[in-house]
């Protein structure tokens, strides 16, 4: 598995692939989102196909968001998620953050695992609509 920074196109493409995400995304949704922060967009890469991703951008000079990730069905169980927030931790580290923050939803119990397993903290809980779609706030201190 390689593990290396992306394109915004790249990361389309792995988005495309996992069918949880409520809507795609697009170079240009991409680009609107992240306007000129300091951003982090990697891939996970297995036999030369595109199985993960992981976008991030600073939220402050203190702290980084990982505001969107995940792996295609054909990169699970191959502990593709765990390298990239590896890696992104290593390059949010590098750069000087001092912590890193996520949200994500009851409905992705197996991101919920892996923050919990990497000692990232719940600091909030947003209800909104399903008790699935409760939106769960992390962070972690680097």
Not at 10 to 15: P, R, S
Not at 76 to 93: F, H, I, S, T
């Amino acid at each position: 598995m390689q593990i290396r920074e992306a394109s915004l196109a790249e990361a389309v493409t792995v988005l495309a692939a996992i069918s949880e995400f409520a809507h795609s995304e697009s170079v240009a949704s991409l680009e609107a989102r992240l306007g000129d922060k300091p951003r982090s967009v990697l891939v996970a890469e297995v036999a030369g196909e595109l199985v993960g991703v992981k976008i991030g951008y600073a939220k402050s000079d203190t702290e980084f968001y990982s505001w969107l990730g995940g792996v295609a069905p054909q990169g699970r169980g191959q502990g593709v998620a765990q390298a990239l927030l590896e890696a992104q931790e290593a390059w949010v580290k590098a750069q000087g953050y001092q912590t890193l923050s996520v949200k994500s939803r009851n409905r992705f119990a197996a991101m919920l695992r892996l923050l919990l397993r990497n000692q990232y903290q719940i600091v909030d809980l947003e209800k909104k609509d399903g008790v699935e779609d409760y939106r769960l706030y992390f962070t972690k201190r680097l």
